[in-house]
C-alpha cells in the first residue's frame, strides 16, 4: 500500500497518474496547502521542504520499515523502480528518461510556476516578470515541440518523464500558451488526456479539492513563506 499524501496540483497529478497506470493500491491523504496543511508537524517529518508530494510505502521491496519519500521526480523514480514498470533498465534508455524527468523538475515546472505566479497570483501585474516567464514558458515548449517531432513519447516508450510533464501542460491557456503554435506537443498531449489512467487521476482530484481557487487568506499562507530564524 501507497500512502500518498497530495493535492490537486502538476506536482500532485503526476503521482496519481502514475498509481493509476501502474495499478498499485494506495490510499489518499489530502494536505490542504490554501489552508496550511503542508506545516503541520507531521507532515513536515515526511516532507521537509513542506511542499506536496510525499509517499510513505507500507510495503517497501526490501521488507523493512516503511520508506517516506518527498520530491515528485524522486517519488516517480522510486515507484518505477518498485513496480518495474515506465523506467527502463537499459542504461542507454534510462538516461533518456532521466535526462527528460530532470528537464521538467529543474526547467519547465519552476518556469511555468513562476509563469502562474506572476500572470495568475501575484498583487501587482508586474509586466516585466510575467513577460519573463511567458516567453520562457514558450521557449520550453518550443524544446519539447522539438523533441516529439519524430517520436510518439519524449523518450521513446510511454514513462515517467511523460507523466512528470503533462500536468504541467494542462494548464497551458493559463500560462498563456496555445498548443496550436505546437503541433506535436499537441498531439502527444492529446494522446496523453485520453489514457484511461490520466482520465482517473483527473476525476480523483475533483472528489477531492471541490473549490480551487486561490483566496486573500490561502495567498498569503501560499505565497507569504519564510525561514524561521534561529533564535
Do not use: C
Given at each position: 500500500m501507497?500512502?500518498?499524501?497530495?493535492?490537486?496540483?502538476?506536482?500532485?497529478?503526476?503521482?496519481?497518474?502514475?498509481?493509476?497506470e501502474?495499478?498499485?493500491?494506495?490510499?489518499?491523504?489530502?494536505?490542504?496547502?490554501?489552508?496550511?496543511?503542508?506545516?503541520?508537524?507531521?507532515?513536515?517529518?515526511?516532507a521537509?521542504?513542506?511542499?506536496?508530494?510525499?509517499?510513505?510505502?507500507?510495503?517497501?521491496?526490501?521488507?523493512?520499515?516503511?520508506?517516506?519519500?518527498?520530491?515528485?521526480?524522486?517519488?516517480?523514480?522510486?515507484?518505477?523502480?518498485?513496480?518495474?514498470?515506465?523506467?527502463?533498465?537499459?542504461?542507454?534508455?534510462?538516461?533518456?528518461?532521466?535526462?527528460?524527468?530532470?528537464?521538467?523538475?529543474?526547467?519547465?515546472?519552476?518556469?511555468?510556476?513562476?509563469?502562474?505566479?506572476?500572470?495568475?497570483?501575484?498583487?501587482?501585474?508586474?509586466?516585466y516578470?510575467?513577460?519573463?516567464?511567458?516567453?520562457?514558458?514558450?521557449?520550453?515548449?518550443?524544446?519539447?515541440?522539438?523533441?516529439?517531432a519524430?517520436?510518439?513519447?519524449?523518450?521513446?516508450?510511454?514513462?515517467?518523464?511523460?507523466?512528470?510533464?503533462?500536468?504541467?501542460?494542462?494548464?497551458?491557456?493559463?500560462?498563456?500558451?496555445?498548443?496550436?503554435?505546437?503541433?506535436?506537443?499537441?498531439?502527444?498531449?492529446?494522446?496523453?488526456?485520453?489514457?484511461?489512467?490520466?482520465?482517473?487521476?483527473?476525476?480523483?482530484?475533483?472528489?477531492?479539492?471541490?473549490?480551487?481557487?486561490?483566496?486573500?487568506?490561502?495567498?498569503?499562507?501560499?505565497?507569504?513563506?519564510?525561514?524561521?530564524?534561529?533564535?
Amino acid at each position: 500500500m501507497i500512502d500518498l499524501y497530495y493535492w490537486t496540483t502538476p506536482n500532485g497529478h503526476k503521482i496519481t497518474i502514475f498509481l493509476e497506470e501502474a495499478g498499485l493500491a494506495y490510499r489518499v491523504i489530502p494536505i490542504d496547502i490554501g489552508k496550511g496543511d503542508q506545516f503541520k508537524p507531521d507532515f513536515l517529518k515526511l516532507a521537509p521542504n513542506n511542499r506536496i508530494p510525499a509517499i510513505v510505502d507500507t510495503e517497501p521491496a526490501d521488507g523493512g520499515e516503511p520508506i517516506s519519500i518527498f520530491e515528485s521526480g524522486a517519488i516517480l523514480e522510486y515507484l518505477a523502480d518498485k513496480t518495474g514498470k515506465f523506467l527502463p533498465k537499459d542504461v542507454r534508455q534510462r538516461a533518456e528518461v532521466m535526462q527528460w524527468l530532470f528537464w521538467q523538475m529543474a526547467g519547465l515546472g519552476p518556469m511555468a510556476g513562476q509563469n502562474h505566479h506572476f500572470v495568475q497570483y501575484a498583487p501587482e501585474r508586474i509586466a516585466y516578470a510575467m513577460d519573463r516567464y511567458v516567453k520562457e514558458t514558450n521557449r520550453l515548449y518550443g524544446v519539447l515541440d522539438r523533441r516529439l517531432a519524430d517520436r510518439d513519447y519524449v523518450a521513446g516508450d510511454y514513462s515517467i518523464a511523460d507523466m512528470a510533464i503533462y500536468p504541467w501542460i494542462v494548464p497551458y491557456r493559463k500560462q498563456m500558451q496555445s498548443l496550436e503554435d505546437f503541433p506535436h506537443l499537441k498531439r502527444w498531449f492529446e494522446d496523453i488526456a485520453k489514457r484511461p489512467a490520466v482520465v482517473r487521476a483527473y476525476e480523483l482530484a475533483r472528489t477531492i479539492n471541490t473549490k480551487p481557487s486561490v483566496t486573500e487568506e490561502s495567498r498569503a499562507i501560499l505565497f507569504g513563506q519564510v525561514s524561521t530564524p534561529r533564535s
